[in-house]
């Protein structure tokens, strides 16, 4: 346990040297990981998945708040549905404009959560984030965390949905945005898995505030068990 401790002090020292270059480095690497995640569950239009336009923005959101970054991933997200289905890019525009107002109004230097649990859970490894987040953050990371698993299950019913065959009808516009709506509202997986996250991120953080001996140690293990329970 020792050297686990001097090695983090040691990582935190260096970290804390060399932030003004690690910091945009680490933030490029992570903007090009999010949006080629965009772009391998919704690239439909090849002109934005190009590698310059790629880096470029990757770039911009090396030097920007996250903030930032996750709105560039919500304008690439937009254009990639407009360029296959006009008409499903507009509710896709309400749906994420309200999780971007949302994410923006309590919780705007936590982008980086929002835009992890996405390529984390094509990872199959999403149940990681909340325990982080109940060791390093607060409950009002519970925000963050339930807009990233939307946009997840978002993809998902965008994938279905470009399927639809769409004609100019009012009736068949109807069916487009009922399937969508429902989708999500009515997504059962979604709903106990926010529950479950929001769970784990609680348990997490009062357990490691509590005064005792090994308190973060007993936290990681009962945000951890409260994740296998709920998903059991």
């Given at each position: 346990m020792?050297?686990?401790?001097?090695?983090?002090?040691?990582?935190?020292?260096?970290?804390?040297?060399?932030d003004?270059?690690?910091?945009?480095?680490?933030?490029?690497?992570?903007?090009?990981?999010?949006?080629?995640?965009?772009?391998?569950?919704?690239?439909?239009?090849?002109?934005?998945?190009?590698?310059p336009?790629?880096l470029?923005?990757?770039l911009?959101?090396?030097?920007?708040?996250s903030?930032?970054?996750?709105?560039?991933?919500?304008?690439?997200?937009?254009?990639?549905?407009y360029?296959?289905s006009?008409?499903?890019?507009?509710?896709?525009?309400?749906i994420?404009?309200?999780?971007?107002?949302?994410?923006?109004?309590?919780?705007?230097?936590?982008?980086?959560?929002?835009?992890?649990?996405?390529?984390?859970?094509?990872?199959?490894?999403?149940?990681?984030?909340?325990?982080?987040?109940?060791?390093?953050?607060?409950?009002?990371?519970?925000?963050?965390?339930?807009?990233?698993?939307?946009?997840?299950?978002?993809?998902?019913?965008?994938?279905?949905?470009?399927?639809?065959?769409?004609?100019?009808?009012v009736?068949?516009?109807?069916?487009l945005?009922?399937?969508?709506i429902?989708?999500?509202?009515?997504?059962?997986?979604?709903?106990?898995?926010?529950?479950?996250?929001?769970?784990?991120?609680?348990?997490?953080?009062?357990?490691?505030?509590?005064?005792?001996?090994?308190a973060?140690?007993?936290?990681?293990?009962?945000?951890g068990?409260?994740?296998?329970?709920?998903?059991?």
């Amino acid at each position: 346990m020792l050297q686990l401790l001097e090695f983090r002090e040691r990582v935190k020292n260096f970290y804390q040297r060399y932030d003004a270059y690690l910091l945009p480095i680490i933030k490029f690497i992570f903007a090009f990981i999010a949006f080629q995640t965009i772009n391998r569950e919704i690239g439909y239009d090849d002109r934005l998945k190009s590698l310059p336009i790629i880096l470029g923005i990757s770039l911009l959101s090396a030097f920007t708040p996250s903030a930032v970054m996750v709105l560039l991933a919500a304008i690439i997200s937009i254009l990639h549905v407009y360029f296959i289905s006009p008409i499903l890019s507009i509710i896709i525009i309400v749906i994420l404009m309200i999780l971007y107002l949302l994410f923006a109004r309590y919780t705007p230097r936590q982008g980086y959560v929002l835009l992890a649990l996405p390529i984390l859970f094509m990872l199959k490894i999403p149940y990681i984030i909340p325990v982080l987040l109940g060791l390093v953050s607060t409950p009002i990371a519970m925000i963050p965390t339930i807009c990233g698993v939307i946009i997840y299950f978002l993809f998902q019913i965008i994938k279905t949905a470009v399927a639809m065959q769409v004609n100019i009808s009012v009736e068949d516009i109807i069916q487009l945005y009922t399937h969508v709506i429902d989708s999500l509202t009515r997504n059962r997986q979604m709903i106990m898995t926010i529950v479950i996250f929001a769970l784990i991120i609680m348990v997490t953080y009062f357990i490691r505030k509590m005064s005792f001996d090994y308190a973060f140690e007993i936290s990681i293990l009962a945000g951890g068990l409260t994740g296998i329970l709920g998903f059991l």
